[in-house]
């Protein structure tokens, strides 16, 4: 189970001490919400210099949507593939890209905007292969939402941290977050993990000792006991 202590108060106080470490916690782009769904799908598996080194390929060498969707697969798959996986990623751009076109007559995503947050989640998670963690950067980075993508960090920080059970798959992770975290904080909080956990929320072995939040943090005991001498 999630920690009896993971309340809105401690996600907040949780909050505060990561704004006192990293500073202001803001989304690290801004971009079209259709360029942002492609740009995470390419950044699936993958760092973010790898997954910006393949959008820009991407870009570079099918200057419209329309080309990509016409491109052969394999060629569109060997452009991408400083991404990883582009065997997998080509055939579901390509996919999406069909699929948005079916249905706005056009490659854009515009009409988001004027959804409410379900409706733009449901609209994203309906597209072939998307999933929560996708639609919620797309609502977060791309519109201005209030969303909390649950990236592997999140999902593990979020787990040492007591917020989602030690056992809980991304997408529960997604769900319990959603409903744990106050409106109006999701985006930061998700900066926030980010940061801790690429920077001393490290997988497998934590820097507990230098964490800001350590005293707020159920599984820090485990690696700072202090192992006796013999």
């Known amino acids: 189970m999630a920690d009896a202590n993971a309340t809105p108060r401690r996600v907040r106080a949780i909050l505060r001490r990561l704004e006192r470490r ?17 740009l995470t799908i390419l950044s699936q598996h993958t760092s973010d210099v790898n997954a910006d080194r393949a959008y820009a390929s991407l870009r570079a060498t099918y200057p419209t949507w329309a080309v990509v969707v016409g491109a052969p697969e394999p060629a569109l798959a060997d452009t991408i593939r400083s ?15 069909r699929e948005i076109h079916e249905r706005e007559g056009a490659y854009d995503l515009s009409r988001l905007r004027h959804l409410s947050d379900a409706e733009a989640r449901a609209y994203l998670t309906s597209l072939p292969g998307i999933g929560p963690k996708t639609a919620a950067v ?4 791309a519109l ?5 993508p649950v990236d592997t960090h999140v999902h593990r920080v979020a787990r040492r941290l007591g917020l989602v059970p030690p056992k809980a798959s991304a997408e529960q992770a997604d769900r319990r977050l959603h409903e744990l ?7 930061r909080l998700h900066v926030g993990l980010i940061r ?4 001393i929320c490290k997988a497998p072995t934590p820097r507990c ?9 159920p599984t820090a005991p485990r ?8």
């Open 138 to 141: 797309v609502l977060s980075f």
């Open 223 to 230: 690696y700072l006991r202090v192992t006796p001498r013999r």
């Open 196 to 199: 801790l956990g690429r920077e």
């Open 209 to 217: 000792a230098v964490c800001p939040v350590k005293d707020l943090c």
């Open 181 to 187: 975290v106050p409106d109006g904080l999701r985006t």
């Open 144 to 148: 201005g939402r209030d969303a909390i």
């Open 83 to 97: 991404g990883g996986l582009a065997n997998t990623k080509a055939p579901r751009i390509q996919a999406v890209l």
């Open 22 to 38: 990293f500073g202001e916690l803001v989304p690290p782009r801004a971009s079209d919400p259709l360029d942002e769904l492609i």
